[in-house]
């Protein structure tokens, strides 16, 4: 059996030998050394068009994320981008939900504890005491609750927050408030007070974080963006956050990254940047799922994560 590897930053060998170790009966190859190979399944992050277009040696493609954008997006510049009728596998958690889960809730206790505010106070040099906000007005909306999502809405409902979640499809959330599709939308934002967006980036979801959206959201209500830039109408935000409609955001993922030195956020200090950290692909958790979905696949199980083309996730 042999794997195929493209990382983009070429830094392949901890991938070989977390595979070696994990998988053994496997010959696990870069892309750029295996070219002209038949080889059975390809685990890629960002691949270039040439190394998955018209392939007919594949059983499977293993992304290493939760996010598909990348793969799929290859059939913007070409229609049969992708080998046809083979499986396109997402990462299921593999230790992202725990890292999402540290990132959000210290976005949201910030802002609810006001100390972005006190830590504005004191580059101002200035002591003083803010109101608190009542924990039981705090309402929290997360948009997207799969895999990653319903485990971020359970955690921060566990702080004893009122927590809204927004789905494509009806899901029920421990302690969760659902609501779903564009039917559920408007009652579902209505008067929140932080949306966490962790939906995947499809043509359904693009520039879905807009001028239209933050209005309907509570007056200085926070933004934490933990998904994907595209979401954002980033000049729609810029304006929100002047006019006071939008207090402030956190931002982990942008249109373009890295964000340009020249981009408005980097000097707007209610808007707090991460260079898309909020949760990282774990080498050694991923490697561990995808050899257990090989094993599977080859012992002729059905194995989750599995992405739907048509749905874009
Ligand atoms: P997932 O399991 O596929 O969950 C996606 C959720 O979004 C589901 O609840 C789905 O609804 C909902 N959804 C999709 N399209 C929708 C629409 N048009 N309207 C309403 N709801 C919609 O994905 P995941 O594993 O939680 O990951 C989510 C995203 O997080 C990834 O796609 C990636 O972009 C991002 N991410 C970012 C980082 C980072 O470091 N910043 C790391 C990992 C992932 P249903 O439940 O009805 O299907
Ligand atoms: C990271 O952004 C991912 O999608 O896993």
């Not at 396109?88 to 725990?98: F, K, N, Q, S, T």
């Not at 809204?164 to 579902?188: K, N």
């Amino acid at each position: 059996m042999k794997l195929q590897l493209y990382v983009p930053d070429g830094r392949y060998q901890p991938w070989i030998d977390g595979f070696a170790e994990a998988l053994p009966e496997a010959q696990c190859l870069t892309w750029e050394d295996s070219k002209n190979e038949q080889v059975d399944y390809a685990v890629v992050w960002r691949p270039p068009l040439e190394m998955l277009r018209g392939r007919t040696d594949l059983k499977a493609v293993f992304n290493l994320g939760a996010g598909v954008d990348g793969i799929l997006s290859l059939r913007d510049t070409d229609a049969n981008a992708l080998p046809a009728g083979v499986p396109i596998v997402r990462l299921d958690d593999a230790g992202m939900a725990a890292q999402m889960i540290d990132y959000v809730t210290h976005a949201v206790l910030r802002y609810f504890r006001r100390l972005d505010e006190y830590a504005l106070a004191q580059q101002a040099g200035t002591w003083r005491f803010l109101k608190p906000h009542r924990r039981a007005d705090f309402t929290i909306g997360v948009m997207g609750v799969g895999t990653l999502g319903a485990q971020i809405a359970k955690s921060l409902a566990g702080f004893g927050f009122p927590v809204r979640g927004w789905s494509r499809t009806a899901r029920e959330v421990e302690g969760v408030q659902g609501f779903a599709g564009e039917a559920g939308q408007a009652g579902f934002l209505d008067g929140l007070r932080v949306l966490v967006n962790v939906l995947p980036l499809t043509p359904e979801t693009e520039n879905i974080l807009d001028a239209g959206l933050l209005g309907k959201l509570a007056k200085g209500a926070y933004l934490v963006n933990v998904a994907r830039g595209p979401h954002l109408v980033e000049e729609d935000l810029l304006a929100a956050v002047q006019s006071g409609q939008v207090a402030g955001a956190m931002l982990d993922v942008f249109r373009t990254e890295p964000l340009p030195a020249d981009h408005p956020f980097w000097s707007e200090p209610r808007i707090t940047i991460t260079p898309h950290i909020a949760a990282l692909t774990l080498r050694e958790d991923s490697i561990e799922q995808i050899a257990g979905k090989i094993r599977a696949l080859r012992a002729g199980q059905p194995i989750a994560g599995v992405v739907d083309l048509q749905r874009g996730y």
